[in-house]
């Protein structure tokens, strides 16, 4: 990594700011830009990647000049439907995406316990899973994303969710398996928004130190990559 290149901060939204501080704590150069930038004018040339938290709206206008940035980018906008030919076109750049609906390197736990229980529910065949999320009430899509990645972990994208907005949450799932004789739970709280910005920003070092992998070009969801961080 080229040290003097900035890291480019899009958003400065709650989590956003937590990136913004995380780059300042620890003495990274950065510059940060919000949803209404002329991104047409920047010269990408002098940044290193780009962490992206933008509404999905602002992240659809923008998209396409920020592939044309060249730039690794790691994208934590939800609610967002990335095109179907993002991934041949990152592909065809060499150029590395990370997408993620929750940088909690924690949330990769719960990731791999869900998946077991998943495989494993096979086992208590009268069994019936249910997630709730809750989350601050300035938050806009419900189900969170989380929560719908929880579904998908476990196997049954059609597992009820259900959904809170209160006070300033920043994140709390609960997965839970039921039978008539016994319960298992799974809980996850966020006490930081921190752990979204450390997230993210272990995720762009992460492509910038393994910038040749051909197997990190293209879109690429964040539990993907902390697997591969680790063999």
């Not at 439907?81 to 993002?86: A, Q, R």
């Not at 998943?118 to 969170?144: V, W, Y």
């Not at 994303?145 to 809170?164: H, L, M, Q, R, V």
């Not at 709390?172 to 752990?195: C, G, M, N, W």
């Amino acid at each position: 990594m080229n040290a003097i290149k900035k890291i480019a901060i899009i958003g400065k939204g709650k989590t956003g700011g937590q990136v913004v501080e995380l780059a300042r704590q620890t003495h990274r150069p950065y510059e940060v830009f919000d949803s209404h930038s002329d991104f047409t004018q920047v010269a990408w040339d002098s940044y290193c990647g780009a962490i992206v938290f933008i509404p999905a709206a602002a992240l659809a206008t923008h998209l396409e000049t920020f592939i044309q940035s060249n730039l690794p980018m790691i994208i934590g906008t939800t609610g967002f439907e990335f095109p179907s030919d993002l991934r041949q076109r990152l592909l065809a750049k060499k150029i590395s995406w990370i997408h993620g609906r929750n940088f909690s390197l924690g949330m990769q736990l719960v990731h791999s316990i869900l998946t077991y229980l998943g495989t494993s529910s096979h086992l208590l065949p009268e069994a019936h899973g249910q997630i709730h999320e809750i989350h601050h009430t300035k938050k806009l899509d419900a189900p969170s994303g989380t929560a719908k990645a929880w579904a998908e972990w476990y196997g049954d994208k059609n597992i009820p969710i259900t959904s809170e907005r209160v006070g300033d949450v920043i994140g709390d799932h609960r997965f839970t398996l039921a039978t008539p004789y016994e319960k298992i739970s799974v809980q996850h709280q966020a006490l930081s928004r921190s752990i979204f910005a450390q997230g993210a920003v272990w995720a762009l070092d992460f492509l910038l130190q393994n910038q040749k992998a051909k197997q990190l070009y293209g879109l690429l969801p964040f539990e993907q990559i902390v697997p591969l961080a680790l063999h």
